[in-house]
């Protein structure tokens, strides 16, 4: 079994910035990709930042150049800074881990999510 459990959001003023963390932890083997989902109301979730095992992150085009995703695999936790909050960052933030696990086969790579953190940005 693993858990994911996010932290970090608030209620910040425009402009500001917030770090989340998510931690990953129970029967895990290794972590493959760590990803920052987020969700705003009425909205699909939608991709923000990914970051591999070996560090190499990817951004959706709409935060490139606020945020920072970077991760402590000893840690299997994954970071994401943002800078510059706009009203439109509002969402539910999510991490999703790509953890191997043993499975009744053998081990297996098997996405898990965390519960979200709300970030929530003023005007």
């Known amino acids: 079994q693993v858990q994911v459990v996010e932290s970090g959001g608030g209620l910040v003023q425009a402009g500001g910035s917030l770090r989340l963390s998510c931690a990953a932890s129970g029967s895990i083997v290794s972590i493959n990709d760590m990803d920052w989902y987020r969700q705003a109301p009425g909205k699909q979730r939608e991709l923000v930042a990914s970051?591999?095992?070996?560090?190499?992150?990817n951004y959706a085009d709409s935060v490139k150049g606020r945020v920072t995703i970077s991760r402590d695999n000893a840690k299997n936790t994954v970071y994401l800074q943002i800078n510059s909050l706009k009203p439109e960052d509002t969402a539910v933030y999510y991490c999703?881990?790509?953890?191997?696990?043993?499975?009744?086969?053998?081990?297996?790579?098997?996405?898990?999510w965390g519960q979200g953190t709300q970030v929530t940005v003023s005007s």
């Open positions: 999703k881990t790509t953890a191997v696990v043993h499975g009744t086969m053998g081990l297996v790579a098997t996405a898990y």
């Open positions: 970051i591999s095992s070996l560090g190499s992150a």
